[in-house]
């Protein structure tokens, strides 16, 4: 069974950090991208960064760059977004979804989806 399973969140203040995680099994973690999603209430899920586990090639949105950071442990078949500097903008449920797509992680392309975690954001 596949499972995709993040951890991590809960409410911090606005210039604080937070690491999440997301624990996979069920396949072959070094064939797929892993990439981390939000979604604000009223908004549309957006990507936040993804990486290749198999390069460790990373991607990242603009509005992160510079203070989110995703890493994988690829013998713990887990990856990581270290966040930093954390703005209210940045509430949302976070998820992160498996892609074994040569496109890496497209929203509407990933193969597997976790069931999300919360990070709220206060001022």
């Known amino acids: 069974e596949v499972q995709l ?3 991590g969140g809960g409410l911090v203040q606005a210039g604080g950090s937070l ?3 997301c624990a996979a099994s069920g396949f072959t973690f070094d064939d797929y991208a892993i990439g ?3 979604q604000a ?3 549309e899920r957006e990507g936040v ?4 586990t198999n390069n460790g090639n990373t991607v990242y949105v603009g509005s992160v760059k510079g203070r989110f950071t995703i890493s994988s442990d690829n013998a713990k078949n ?3 977004l270290q966040m930093n500097s954390l703005k209210p903008e940045d509430t949302a449920v976070y998820y992160c979804a ?3 797509s040569a496109y890496g992680c497209v929203r509407d392309g990933m193969d597997y ?7 709220t954001v206060s001022s």
């Open 19 to 21: 690491r999440l995680s």
């Open 5 to 7: 399973v993040e951890s």
């Open 49 to 52: 960064s993804c990486i290749r």
């Open 98 to 100: 498996a892609s074994r």
């Open 36 to 38: 981390w999603f939000r």
């Open 78 to 80: 887990t990856v990581y």
């Open 41 to 43: 209430p009223g908004k």
């Open 113 to 119: 989806w976790g069931k999300g975690t919360l990070v």
